[in-house]
C-alpha cells in the first residue's frame, strides 16, 4: 500500500456503505495503537484482535471505553488475560473455551458476551464448531449452564473462494442455524463477512461484519 492509503476515509467509505443496522468490527490485528486510534478519533469503538498478547499489548495504550472482540482461535489457557476487560469473544469453537470463559467471567464478577463460531468453510483448517455440536451447546447454555456467559449469536466465516454462489451458499447455511436458534431464545448477532465478502454477507442476513484490510490496506 501506498504510504498515503488514507484510513480513516477508507473507514468513512465503508461506514457509509454499510445498512444502520449492521454492526461494524474494524479488525485491528498487526496495526499500530496509533493507527487504531485515527479509527477510533473518527467514533469507531469496536475493534478486533485474534491475538491475546497482541491485545494484551495494546490495551493500555488505548482508551478506555474501546468494545475489544476476539475474533480468533482462542487458547483456554489465555483466557485469563482478557477476562477482565474482553467485550466479546466471536470465535467460541468448543465446549472446554467456554467453560474457561464462564469460569473466569465468574472471577471477575462479570458477564463475557460471546458468539458461537461455526464451521461453514469446506476447508477443514478453520476452526468451528459443527451444526449439530453448536445445538447442543446452545441447548446447555439454555439449561443454565454458563451462566456467566451471554451468547449474543454466531459467526462463521466462507471458504476462501472466488466462487460467491460458494460463499452465499455458506453463508445461508449460518443464516438459517440463527433464525433457528433464535426461536429458542431472542438473538442479535449474526457475524459474518469480511472486506471481500461482506457485501454478499449482509445480502445474506450478516448484522455484523469484520473488517480489516479493506480500511488499513494489505497485511503483511
Ligand atoms: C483477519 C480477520 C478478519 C478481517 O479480514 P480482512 O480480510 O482483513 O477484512 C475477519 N475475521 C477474522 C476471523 C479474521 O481473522
Known amino acids: 500500500m501506498?504510504?498515503?492509503?488514507?484510513?480513516?476515509e477508507e473507514y468513512k467509505?465503508?461506514?457509509?456503505?454499510?445498512?444502520?443496522?449492521?454492526?461494524?468490527?474494524?479488525?485491528?490485528?498487526?496495526?499500530?495503537a496509533e493507527k487504531i486510534k485515527e479509527i477510533y478519533d473518527q467514533g469507531q469503538r469496536i475493534f478486533g484482535e485474534n491475538k491475546v498478547?497482541?491485545?494484551?499489548e495494546k490495551y493500555p495504550?488505548?482508551?478506555?471505553?474501546i468494545q475489544w472482540h476476539i475474533i480468533g482461535h482462542l487458547?483456554?489457557?489465555k483466557v485469563k488475560y482478557i477476562a477482565e476487560f474482553i467485550d466479546t469473544i466471536q470465535s467460541v469453537d468448543s465446549e472446554k473455551l467456554l467453560t474457561e470463559i464462564d469460569r473466569q467471567a465468574a472471577t471477575y464478577n462479570r458477564k463475557i458476551k460471546v458468539?458461537?463460531?461455526?464451521?461453514?468453510?469446506?476447508e477443514e483448517t478453520k476452526f468451528g464448531l459443527e451444526i449439530s455440536e453448536t445445538k447442543e451447546l446452545f441447548q446447555e447454555y439454555l439449561n443454565g449452564k454458563f451462566?456467566?456467559?451471554?451468547?449474543?449469536?454466531?459467526?462463521?466465516?466462507?471458504?476462501?473462494?472466488?466462487?460467491?454462489?460458494?460463499?452465499?451458499?455458506?453463508?445461508?447455511?449460518?443464516?438459517?442455524?440463527?433464525?433457528?436458534?433464535?426461536?429458542?431464545?431472542?438473538l442479535t448477532t449474526l457475524s459474518m463477512g469480511m472486506s471481500d465478502d461482506y457485501k454478499t454477507a449482509i445480502e445474506c442476513g450478516s448484522t455484523s461484519v469484520r473488517i480489516g484490510s479493506a480500511i488499513f490496506g494489505r497485511r503483511n
Open 61 to 65: 495504550l488505548l482508551p478506555s471505553d
Open 2 to 8: 501506498s504510504e498515503n492509503f488514507n484510513i480513516a
Open 115 to 122: 458468539l458461537l463460531q461455526v464451521r461453514i468453510a469446506e
Open 75 to 77: 487458547q483456554t489457557n
Open 53 to 56: 498478547q497482541e491485545l494484551v
Open 147 to 186: 451462566p456467566n456467559v451471554e451468547i449474543t449469536g454466531l459467526m462463521g466465516m466462507a471458504t476462501f473462494t472466488e466462487d460467491e454462489n460458494q460463499i452465499r451458499q455458506e453463508f445461508s447455511v449460518l443464516q438459517q442455524l440463527f433464525s433457528q436458534l433464535s426461536k429458542l431464545q431472542p
Open 13 to 32: 467509505s465503508i461506514l457509509q456503505n454499510l445498512p444502520p443496522s449492521v454492526q461494524l468490527t474494524v479488525v485491528s490485528k498487526t496495526q499500530s
